[in-house]
């Protein structure tokens, strides 16, 4: 046997970490909160340069996604796993199995999709090992597959409701996604059919060479997105660009976007309030993703998702409203909201527990 897995605990999350020699396989998943449910969040595959930044990456998207779901209504705690990318060659359906086995090994505590770096494919390896994962190709018009289209249409009407707030058409309207993958591409298309006229940037070559193939959009180097001249940014790619560094250069008078932990830190939000800049929080915006990873586990259709996601930017607008009206900052809100529903539910927590477990027989 290859597959090694040890379980630690760190400030009330639980942390597997997991390794198999025979295909590169090397990771961990942090389990941040089983109160509402199964823990549920996506499987990152990505590049770290230590332990400690793969740590620090599971263990806040674990975080978010238990104030994801919890806001979002749906019957999950919040988890997250991430796996290192591995140097070189490597046997990429070997690798998807032998980390379907982890999941195995726990249970039915966290359920996987996918997220940056992997595939409905992937979720299919994985599957081939495991029943604890969604995200898979959806048979007629059942719920499922890649929950990016879902994503991004969650992102676009969050965009419009705030834009609307301010008195702004989107049309017309210059906006800059960073970021041009599963998410960013699609939301691209959406706003450009809307007429807003787009800055893009993407470190893939190839990723900005398939949008402008498809759509007219003005595109600026990585670390110019920022300064962009427009009304709205949509950070789309990997967490924490929102930081002390880049909020000075920031010209938006909006954030919108569907990238996981866009602030680098608590201090940013201020940063950005203090600025008069509007920041929507991500977890509240991006949740169109894990609806849709909830409806194919719930046994729901397409129908289903479409209404739940088409509910977001109310929950948005009411965050807005409630912050506007008390001064605090969106996220602050949105926080305590979450972290009050996720404590009301302590008392049904183990009832909830034995549920997903039962998926395992
Ligand atoms: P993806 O991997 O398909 O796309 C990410 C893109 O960002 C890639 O094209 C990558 O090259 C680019 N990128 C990375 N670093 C960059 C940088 N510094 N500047 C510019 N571009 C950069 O991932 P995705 O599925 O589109 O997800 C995008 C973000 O949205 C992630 O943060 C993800 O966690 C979040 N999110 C995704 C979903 C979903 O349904 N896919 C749901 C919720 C949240």
Redesign the pocket.
């Known amino acids: 046997m290859t597959r090694r897995i040890r379980t630690s605990v760190e400030d009330g999350q639980r942390l597997v970490w997991f390794e198999d020699t025979a295909c590169a396989l090397s990771g961990v998943i942090a389990i941040d909160s089983l109160a509402l449910g199964p823990a549920a969040g996506?499987c990152?595959f990505?590049h770290y340069d230590d332990a400690k930044s793969l740590l620090l990456d599971a263990r806040r998207?674990a975080r978010g996604m238990s104030y994801?779901n919890a806001l979002a209504g749906l019957p999950f705690g919040g988890g997250k796993s991430v796996i290192r990318l591995p140097e070189g060659e490597f046997d990429r359906e070997a690798l998807f199995r032998s980390y379907g086995h982890v999941l195995n090994e726990l249970k039915g505590d966290y359920l996987a999709?996918?997220?940056?770096?992997t595939s409905p494919r992937d979720m299919e390896s994985v599957r081939s090992a495991t029943p604890f994962v969604f995200g898979l190709p959806p048979v007629g018009t059942a719920a499922g597959g890649?929950?990016?289209?879902?994503?991004?249409l969650g992102v676009f009407l969050c965009i419009e409701t705030v834009l609307a707030r301010r008195g702004l058409p989107l049309a017309g309207c210059r906006i800059a996604v960073?970021?041009?993958?599963?998410?960013?591409?699609?939301l691209c298309r959406r706003l450009h059919e809307r007429g807003a006229k787009l800055v893009v940037?993407?470190?893939?070559k190839e990723?900005v060479a398939r949008l402008l193939a498809a759509i007219p959009a003005e595109v600026v180097s990585?670390d110019r997105?920022y300064c962009s001249e427009v009304e709205l940014f949509a950070?789309?790619?990997?967490?924490g660009?929102l930081n002390q560094e880049t909020i000075p250069d920031i010209r938006a008078a909006m954030i919108v976007?569907?990238?996981?932990?866009?602030l680098a830190t608590a201090a940013d939000e201020a940063r950005l309030h203090s600025r008069g800049i509007l920041y929507a929080p991500?977890y509240i915006v991006?949740?169109?993703?894990?609806i849709?990873v909830a409806a194919e586990y719930l046994g729901q259709d397409q129908g289903e998702v479409l209404i739940r996601v088409h509910r977001i930017p109310d929950r948005l607008a009411a965050i807005l409203g409630r912050a506007e009206a008390t001064g605090r900052s969106p996220s602050d809100i949105a926080d305590a909201m979450a972290r009050d529903l996720i404590e009301a539910a302590f008392p049904t927590a183990p009832k909830q527990k034995a549920y997903a477990s039962s998926l395992a027989t």
């Open positions: 996506g990152r990505w998207l994801k999709a996918e997220d940056v770096g890649d929950p990016s289209p879902w994503t991004a960073q970021g041009l993958g599963h998410v960013g591409a699609d940037a993407d470190i893939r990723a990585t997105i950070p789309c790619a990997l967490g660009g976007g569907a990238a996981n932990n866009q991500d991006n949740a169109g993703g894990i849709n």
